[in-house]
């Protein structure tokens, strides 16, 4: 079941209509890998090194158990719904973005919404509360006027734990 403010978003999207975070910011289709996952520019030599490909590996086994739904282009973001090895579904999952370097980061809030507005509204010229204005302004609730209020997600292993223990695993046995 898709939550109903992703839901929103890409109706929005569909329509032509920017969202409330940025204008670099986009939802992805059904299934479309991030580009924050190509591993294109890795060299000959990069794959013949087994830490690097141990790394990548470990990158690909935790991205697999996230359902990715926006990145950003100009900051080589992806913000996607933990699902984690129990599989949890989309609306009780917590939101995780990872960067152009491979680093996996919970965010805060109990939806894309809430996570994205914590996220762009610390750099926004607006702020915060005017990105949660403009969510709200589509019938998109956040349950904070303060991020400092948006609940931690509390979930284990956690998206950069599975990775680093994944890294570990794989390259302990030699099997990257």
């Known amino acids: ?43 000959a030599a990069d794959l013949a090194n087994p830490d690097i490909v141990a790394n990548v590996r470990a990158i690909e086994e935790t991205a697999a158990l996230i359902t990715w739904v926006a990145e950003d282009g100009d900051e080589g973001r992806a913000f996607g719904y ?13 939101v995780v973005s990872l960067d152009n370097e491979g680093q996996y980061q919970l965010l805060r809030g109990t939806s894309l919404s809430e996570a994205l507005s914590d996220e762009y509204g610390q750099w926004s010229d607006d702020g915060y509360a005017e990105v949660v204005a403009r969510c709200r302004a589509q019938g998109v609730p956040i349950s904070a006027d303060d991020p400092d209020d948006l609940p931690e997600p509390a979930v284990s292993p956690t998206p950069d734990e599975h990775h680093v223990a994944r890294y570990r695993e794989l390259l302990a046995a030699g099997t990257a």
């Open 82 to 94: 933990w699902r984690g090895p129990d599989d949890l579904p989309l609306t009780a999952a917590p």
């Open 1 to 43: 079941m898709v939550p109903e403010d992703l839901a929103v978003w890409r109706r929005l999207q569909d329509a032509g209509k920017p969202n409330p975070w940025s204008e670099s910011l986009r939802l992805l289709a059904h299934d479309e890998r991030p580009e924050a996952l190509d591993t294109g520019y890795l060299t």
